[in-house]
């Protein structure tokens, strides 16, 4: 009896250790990269989102010294990187990009709004835009400042 529990117990742990190996050999998760279509289509998508943004009144003026094609291509690596892509993000901290900006809430709703609309141009199915969203979302406290 004693010696079956051992036994048991044994061969849990052995099976324990084989997933636990067999996790750390599972590869990233990119399912949202994929759901996403990819960097061709995350490309289109960043191209559309600063369009939209640079026409959006609320919130163009804050693009008025930078740099767009430097935004747009850390805009496409950060996505691409977020979503489980082999992507590297090699732009600076969202904190230090956007603490002069002194930027609102109001801001930041814009901007995902802007988004949401460069996502359904480009057939992104709202399932999908959520997950994408939902990753960005706790960069709100990183990018808003009052
Ligand atoms: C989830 C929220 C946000 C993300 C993920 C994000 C992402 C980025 C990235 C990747 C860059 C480029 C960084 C670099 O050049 O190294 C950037 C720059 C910039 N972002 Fe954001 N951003 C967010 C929120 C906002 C909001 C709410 C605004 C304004 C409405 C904004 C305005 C800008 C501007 C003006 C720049 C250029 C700054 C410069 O020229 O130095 N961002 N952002």
Not at 39 to 47: E, G, H, M, T, W
């Given at each position: 009896?004693?010696?079956?529990?051992?036994?048991?117990?044994?061969?849990?742990?052995?099976?324990?250790?084989?997933?636990?190996?067999?996790?750390?050999?599972?590869?990233?998760?990119?399912?949202?990269?994929?759901a996403l279509g990819g960097?061709?289509?995350?490309?289109?998508?960043?191209?559309?989102?600063?369009?939209?943004?640079?026409?959006?009144?609320?919130?163009?003026?804050?693009?008025?010294?930078?740099?767009?094609?430097?935004?747009?291509?850390?805009?496409?690596?950060?996505?691409?990187?977020?979503?489980?892509?082999?992507?590297?993000?090699?732009?600076?901290?969202?904190?230090?990009?956007?603490?002069?900006?002194?930027?609102?809430?109001?801001?930041?709703?814009?901007?995902?709004?802007?988004?949401?609309?460069?996502?359904?141009?480009?057939?992104?199915?709202?399932?999908?835009?959520?997950?994408?969203?939902?990753?960005?979302a706790p960069m709100q406290?990183?990018?808003?400042?009052?």
């Amino acid at each position: 009896m004693m010696r079956q529990q051992i036994a048991r117990v044994a061969a849990a742990l052995a099976l324990a250790g084989t997933l636990g190996a067999a996790q750390a050999q599972t590869p990233p998760d990119d399912s949202l990269y994929r759901a996403l279509g990819g960097l061709p289509v995350l490309q289109k998508v960043v191209d559309d989102f600063m369009a939209n943004m640079l026409a959006d009144r609320r919130i163009k003026h804050t693009f008025a010294e930078s740099n767009i094609e430097r935004v747009k291509q850390k805009l496409v690596e950060q996505f691409c990187q977020l979503s489980g892509g082999a992507c590297v993000y090699t732009g600076d901290p969202m904190r230090e990009v956007h603490q002069g900006l002194k930027l609102s809430n109001a801001d930041f709703n814009a901007l995902v709004e802007d988004l949401q609309l460069a996502m359904d141009a480009n057939g992104i199915p709202s399932h999908t835009q959520n997950r994408l969203l939902a990753l960005l979302a706790p960069m709100q406290r990183e990018t808003v400042s009052r």
